[in-house]
């Protein structure tokens, strides 16, 4: 049982365009979500995350949205850059502990120049 | 700052065997959460240690087991390999109480043949 949900696999995007990628979930006791990016060999990092009483949380380029009715975020990326190429994690956790991050699938984001 | 380590990066077992993976925590995190990402899979939470005790623990049976010490390493432990427990195994630390998630290690790469 699926958790948190990332139903595009992959992803292309001219350089300087807008990326959009999508997640959704389940478990309406998850307050706190995050967004990570992991290169080839590396771990995931860190990227952004929204806690359950936003619906908006931005930081630079990057921005995402929170629509707790639907279960539904969103990260989005403006512009797009070719260093932004890699594989974006949604993920969620109950309780302000972050205990137990549940990730998503995986969205594989291509930029092309 | 010192990152967070994992040893070692690669490592090829064969079926039955039995295997430890190490992580050094990032400097002034107390919390230790272990994930399993199998080829074209989010990562997957084993379990999590705080203060050296286990503090939450995933769908994964008793072979998988851990350890925190009193410095905040932790091992990692998995008995009786089978071939589907090849997968990249992630370390992360954290503050229990910090607001911004996880510091992944780069993982160790673990191959049941």
């Known amino acids: 049982d699926q958790q948190v949900k990332q139903n595009s696999p992959s992803l292309s995007v001219q350089e300087g365009r807008i990326s959009i990628l999508n997640c959704d979930y389940t478990n309406s006791m998850f307050d706190y979500f995050l967004w990570y990016k992991k290169y080839p060999a590396e771990g995931p990092t860190f990227l952004i995350s929204i806690s359950s009483i936003k619906d908006k949380n931005e930081d630079g380029r990057f921005t995402v949205f929170l629509n707790k009715s639907a279960k539904h975020l969103s990260l989005h990326i403006v512009p797009s850059q070719p260093g932004d190429s890699a594989v974006y994690f949604c993920?969620?956790?109950?309780?302000?502990?972050?205990?137990?991050?549940?990730f998503g699938p995986g969205t594989s984001l291509s930029v092309i120049p | 700052e010192t990152g967070v380590t994992q040893s070692p990066t690669h490592l090829i077992k064969t079926r039955g065997q039995q295997v430890t993976l190490r992580c050094s925590s990032q400097s002034g995190h107390n919390t230790v959460s272990w994930y399993q990402q199998a080829l074209g899979q989010g990562p997957q939470f084993i379990f999590q240690y705080y203060r050296e005790e286990e503090n939450g623990r995933g769908n994964f049976p008793p072979r998988f087991s851990g350890l925190q010490f009193p410095n905040y390493s932790s091992e990692l432990n998995v008995n009786a390999l089978e071939l589907d427990d090849s997968a990249l195994y992630l370390c992360a630390s954290s503050q229990k109480s910090g607001p911004y998630g996880y510091t992944f290690g780069s993982g160790t790469r673990l191959t049941v043949v």
């Open positions: 993920a969620a956790s109950a309780g302000t502990s972050y205990d137990k991050v549940i």
